[in-house]
């Protein structure tokens, strides 16, 4: 059983800098994609981003490109998000999640999820 445990969200005001943490369980983190989704009230669950095994390759959403950055140390089982720049618009619940295969932009291509850590943005 996978674990996936987010940290690091808060409240920040527009242009501001939040990093978030998910700490994994298990020894096989280093094995998988992993991906950033977040899912603000009313709207679905959108793909912010992800990364490859290694750590040596990611894809972002367009409304992300640029401001945040996706980091992962294998030897420490966690995975990074660094958001530069925020927006009001990304205010969200913002979740970390294992995928089955390789990256993907689909929630359904996810299989452990991350209980989430809020992030709000005023302006």
């Known amino acids: 059983q996978v674990q996936l445990v987010e940290s690091g969200g808060g409240l920040v005001q527009a242009g501001g800098s939040l990093r978030l943490s998910c700490a994994a369980s ?10 950033w989704f977040r899912q603000a009230p009313g709207k679905e669950k959108e793909f912010v981003g992800g ?3 290694s750590g040596f390759s990611t894809v972002y959403a367009d409304s ?3 401001r945040f950055t996706i980091s992962r140390d294998n030897a420490k089982n966690t ?4 958001m530069n720049s925020l927006k009001p618009e990304d205010t969200a619940v ?9 990256l993907s932009r689909y929630f359904r291509d996810y299989d ?9 943005v005023s302006s």
């Open 112 to 120: 452990y999820w991350g209980q989430g850590t809020q992030v709000a």
């Open 79 to 82: 995975l990074y998000l660094q």
């Open 26 to 35: 298990g020894r096989t983190f280093s094995s998988y994609v992993m991906g």
């Open 94 to 102: 913002y979740y970390c999640a294992r995928a089955r295969n390789g």
């Open 51 to 53: 990364i490859n095994r």
């Open 64 to 66: 992300v490109q640029g």
